[in-house]
Nanobody, 115 residues
């Protein structure tokens, strides 16, 4: 079992920045592929970014160049640095771990981009 706890969400003005964190329980965190997803009101949950156990990364096209995913295996933590935020980035952001074929989700953290 892996438990995930996200933090760092909040209200930010357009053009601002936020850094999301997701702390995972358990051992062998370095073996997990870690993801960020988001779900805006009335829309389906969508992939935002992945960082694999080998530290390869990939992003949703609309966030490329603005968002950066990273991980600190010593702290069992994955981060999402979000810069140049736009109103359309408003959503609940979820952390996901893929471990030995099983997906684990966090409870989510709200990000609201508004003036």
């Amino acid at each position: 079992q892996v438990q995930l706890v996200e933090s760092g969400g909040g209200l930010v003005q357009p053009g601002g920045s936020l850094r999301l964190s997701c702390v995972a329980s358990g051992s062998m965190f370095d073996l997990n592929d870690m993801f960020w997803y988001r779900q805006a009101p009335g829309k389906e949950r969508e992939f935002v970014a992945i960082i694999t156990s080998g530290h390869s990364t990939s992003y949703l096209d609309s966030v490329k160049g603005r968002f950066t995913i990273s991980r600190d295996n010593a702290k069992n933590t994955v981060f999402l640095q979000m810069n140049s935020l736009k109103a359309e980035d408003t959503a609940v952001y979820y952390c996901k771990a893929l471990r030995f074929g099983t997906h684990y989700w966090g409870q989510g953290t709200q990000v609201t981009v508004s003036s």
